[in-house]
């Protein structure tokens, strides 16, 4: 009877030295390279996360200053696609000036992104300060005007005149 347990625990303890090898194969063969190759992949995975968050802060950053300047330059935006309407130019600076006389200017060498026109003003005025009050009415204006110096002002009698060519800009796209 004694001869049937030894077998017994024979296999018992060859069985379990089997499954210990296994173990022991499996984890120098198998996990611990898996391990290595996992770390080196996490570390390259921190690596990458770290430029993402730094690229999505730069883009955070760029895109408020993106809006700051849309919301501050609104006007302007807006009143580089308004159409120029010659008419009411006149009329909305017509009550600054007794009269107030606008010709197009055929320009041979400009791009098409402007059309210049001649402006002549009369004023009954003893001093220009009518004159800086319409270039800031221009400044603010639904249209994007840049007026061309030289300015002639010629006074006649308690009138003064005053001579100049404007670039009214617009959208070419």
Do not use: C
């Amino acid at each position: 009877m004694k001869h049937p347990k030894n077998y017994r625990t024979l296999y018992l303890v060859l069985i379990s030295f089997f499954l210990f090898t296994s173990i022991v194969m499996f984890s120098l063969f198998f996990l611990i390279p898996k391990g290595k190759e996992y770390r080196s992949l996490r570390l390259e995975s921190k690596k990458e996360q770290q430029m993402i968050a730094r690229a999505q802060e730069e883009y955070d950053r760029v895109n408020e200053k993106l809006k700051k300047l849309k919301h501050e330059n609104a006007h302007t935006m807006t009143a580089f696609h308004t159409i120029f309407d010659p008419k009411k130019f006149t009329k909305i600076n017509q009550a600054d000036f007794e009269d107030l006389y606008l010709t197009e200017i055929e320009m041979a060498d400009h791009n098409g992104s402007f059309k210049v026109y001649e402006v002549n003003a009369t004023t009954k005025i003893t001093s220009p300060q009518v004159f800086y009050q319409f270039l800031e009415k221009i400044n603010k204006s639904d249209w994007i005007i840049g007026v061309n110096f030289p300015i002639y002002f010629e006074r006649d009698e308690d009138r003064i005149k005053s001579s100049f060519t404007m670039k009214v800009h617009r959208s070419t796209i």
